[in-house]
Structures are given as C-alpha cells and as structure tokens.
C-alpha cells in the first residue's frame, strides 16, 4: 500500500513564500511521475506542477517562474517551493504518484494566501 504524506502547507501573506512536501512510502524512483495538484473552493482540480523519474519537470503557466519542484530520492521525498504567492493560489494541494499500475494521492494540505 502506497502511502503519500503532505507537509508544510499554513496561512502565508501575498507576495511571500512557502514550500510544501511529500513523503512517499517507497523509493520515488519507482514512480513514472509525481508532483502537485492544486483544487480551490468551487474549482476544479489542476495541475501545478509534475516531475517524472528521470528528473524532467512541468509546470501550469500560472506556476512558472514563481514555483519549483525537487525531489530527494534519498529521503523519496519531493517539495514544491512556491515564490510571490497570491490569493489566487489559496487552494488544498494535492502530491499524486503514478507509476505503471495505478495513481495514488496524499490527503492534501491547505494553503491560504492572505492579509
């Protein structure tokens, strides 16, 4: 059983920054791809960003040059560095997995951009 494990969401100002984490329990370089989903209340879930098992990153357009993903395969951990948040990227965010048989999800943290 796959678990994935979110950490390091919280309330963060606009214009400040935050990073997010995901623990897996397996080695990450089992997994295809892992990375963020995002879902705000009464939207849809999207992608933020992905990173596959060779190291090849993805970002959405509102993420690109504000966001980074890493990974320590060392720790099968991968974090989202988010920079210069706004409101608009209040949402729960999701870490996912793929590899060749099924896609699994962590429980999601929230994040809150606010005065």
């Known amino acids: 059983q796959v678990q994935l494990v979110e950490s390091g969401g919280g309330l963060v100002q606009p214009g400040g920054s935050l990073r997010v984490s995901c623990a897996a329990s397996r080695s990450i370089l089992r997994f295809a791809v892992m990375g963020w989903h995002r879902q705000a209340p009464g939207k849809q879930r999207e992608l933020v960003a992905s990173?596959?098992?060779?190291?090849?990153?993805n970002a959405a357009d509102s993420a690109k040059g504000r966001f980074t993903i890493s990974r320590d395969s060392i720790k099968n951990t991968i974090t989202l560095q988010m920079n210069y948040l706004n409101p608009d990227d209040t949402a729960v965010y999701y870490c996912y997995a793929d590899d060749f048989a099924s896609h699994y999800w962590g429980q999601g943290t929230q994040v809150t951009v606010s005065t």
């Open positions: 990173i596959t098992n060779t190291g090849r990153t």
